[in-house]
């Protein structure tokens, strides 16, 4: 009889145990322990039952007479090193242990293991090199290293010869913990501060001993527990299973019909590739329980002052910064997205608000807890929406780093997997990959749509607007003469027009500087005389000469703080430049340092002396309100965007998103 039958056999003897009659504990070499069903199975039926007389933890080597070490030493070694060593001692003396059959069903100590505990070869490690395991399994390996070295000087202090307890035979424990284990909460009292630990009488059978934990940390009442029998059957996600925690037992029932000769699954709960990888050995393609971990840079002092009271979480016991506790998981998206606003919806609402709260803080805007993020940020004509796509540009900017990093590592490994390690680790890899990689192209998504659906002109009010003077010519702008301009004509009639758009769900554009002077709804000789006082100081209107002059940051900056001079004196402020005028007052002192507008204020004169232009000689302009409006402005909602140019190409512009739009 192997192993798996032994231990079937042995456990269907135990009082209280319980495996149902269909069930049978297999082995085999691709699936390793299961279970497997001999008979069909009705849905809602009990499969098994554990009583807590044959689970393993810690609490059995507290009142195991044969080991009073480790109730001598329980405070120098601690409840998870205590767990470890017990294992390796039940062990190695199995054939007097109550557990043997349960040991020997185990898998080997000098079997193949495949979480990256056992990633002793580099060529093995660079599969995993550049991602989220790769940090963890090396701060793991360094923490069970650690707790070897504790628990067998601890051993060796107390007289026990140690020469067998080997480095792999502590981590061999380890894995059976980390791949097999339930919590804690599976073997807690319900209704007493007295805890069961079971040892064996000198007649064999199984005896209770209450230990008081309740002085105990809430660290030392979360151990990990072992359960013979319920802990081979391999997990699925697809699988439906239902625990029970009944004081002194522990109960499996499927929920769905099992047919007759297939394996009989549990599932261990949502959990991504990361989780099964570092504890369980193996990886599920295509996981929908998939994560990523992002991981945010420390705010400014100025809003953690406020977040240390409102969302002390994110902060370790001295009240600094805790880095780790502002990581968060970006899940596998498991379709396409539409709309793509929907993109928002899989994102973690802490980290929603997190970025809302660092955007408004950087825009020195005061601080304001959110009640519900999502609906402040995604209902219609919240105000709140209009830090949709600066959060969707964080959070692109944080990932798509770590996505090339981990392309390129990629990029130099072999074609092919040459062991199980490889493999479980190639699939963790390529699913890391996706996510980002997803992820990054549905926010881009959403990003282009708030794009104009047309394609870019290299002259804003050209003919493609049928601005002609008296003889039927289109007009540029480069070649733009004050004297001859057309008669006054508004702008908004185009298709990409903002001057009076009416608000739709996104509630704003993404616009080049040539969309916004096009369709900024200003009179046509308004725009005229703007760009007449460009050309006094560049020589040309012409925004792509310009661009490629190095002028585009300038214009811009000078554009807008043009339009609201000119609102200013019409008493006509477009619905665009509403928001703008509102939120970044030039009267109100910037929270993160002026600009400098000195060498911009340089070009107001001489656009003043070449135009004779009342917008260009009002005695408003300054160096601080260029810096505090303008530059503000360009400094928090502008951004460099691929788009699509007038011959359908892709090419980088500076953009600005105008919520107003």
Known sequence: MDAAATLESWFREQPGAYLHPAIRISHSSEAGGHWRANAAIEAGTRLVTVP?????????????????????????????????????LQYLH???????????????????????????????????????????????REAYLAQYDSGIAVLRKAGIDTSSLTWDLFRW?????????????????????????????????????????????????????LFPVIDSANHTVETKVD??????????????????????????????????????????????NDTVMLTLRSPSEELQSHLRSSHAGYFDASKQWDTEKATFKLRRLQQQLEPSEKIFDELPVPLLELLTLIIRSERGLRFEAVSDVSVYLLQTDS???????????????????????????????????????????????????????????????FLRSLRPDHPLRSDPIGSHHNNEDSSGKAVLLREVNPSSSPPLRDL????????????????????????????????????????????????????AQLRQAGWEDDVWVLFLCYAWIWSSIAGDTKPWLQPLVSEFDPGRAAADGDLDGD????????????????????????????????????????????????????????????HGA
């Open 52 to 88: 807590h007389s044959l689970a393993f933890s810690h609490l059995n080597a507290l009142v195991d007479d044969g080991y009073p070490l480790f109730k001598q030493q329980r405070t120098a070694l601690g409840v998870e090193i205590t767990g470890f060593f017990y294992l390796m």
């Open 94 to 140: 199995r054939d007097k242990s109550f557990w043997k059959h349960y040991l020997d069903a185990l898998p080997k100590p000098e079997g193949e293991h495949t979480t990256p505990l056992w990633f002793d070869d580099h060529t093995d490690e660079v599969w995993l090199a550049d991602t989220d395991a790769a940090y963890t399994a090396k701060k793991r």
């Open 173 to 225: 424990a380890v894995t059976m913990y980390t791949s097999r284990s339930f919590s804690s909460r599976s073997v807690a009292p319900q209704d007493s501060k007295y805890w069961a630990a079971y040892k064996s009488s000198p007649g064999g059978s199984r005896q209770a001993v209450l230990l008081d934990l309740s002085h105990a940390s809430a660290d030392d009442r979360n151990f990990s527990v």
């Open 243 to 288: 625990w029970t925690f009944d004081p002194g037992r522990f109960s499996l029932a499927t929920v769905d019909a099992i047919q007759s000769g297939v394996e009989v699954n549990n599932n261990y709960g949502p959990k991504g590739n990361d989780e099964l990888l570092l504890g369980y050995g193996f990886c599920i393609m295509n996981n929908p």
């Open 383 to 445: 105000p709140g929406r209009q830090y949709l796509p600066f959060i969707a540009r964080m959070i692109v900017t944080s990932l798509i780093p770590k996505l090339q990093k981990l392309q390129a590592q990629t990029s130099r490994l072999p074609a092919t997997p040459r062991s199980t390690k490889q493999m479980q680790a190639k699939i963790y890899r390529d699913g890391q990959v996706e996510i980002m990689s997803n992820t990054a192209q549905s926010l881009r998504g």
């Open 492 to 543: 908004h009639d185009f298709n990409c027009d903002i001057s009076q758009q009416t608000k739709s769900r996104s509630s704003g554009k993404i616009l080049t500087l040539d969309e916004v002077i096009s369709n900024s709804g200003l009179p046509e000789r308004v725009l005229r005389s703007f760009l007449s006082g460009i050309a006094a100081n560049a020589n040309t209107s012409d925004l």
């Open 599 to 658: 060498e911009l204020m340089s070009v107001v004169r001489q656009a003043a002396l070449g135009t004779s232009d009342v917008v260009w000689e009002d005695g408003r302009w300054s160096e601080m309100f260029i810096a505090r409006f303008g530059g503000r402005v360009l400094q928090h909602l502008g951004f460099a965007m691929m788009v699509t140019n007038e011959v359908a190409e892709e090419e980088q512009r500076v953009v600005v998103y105008l």
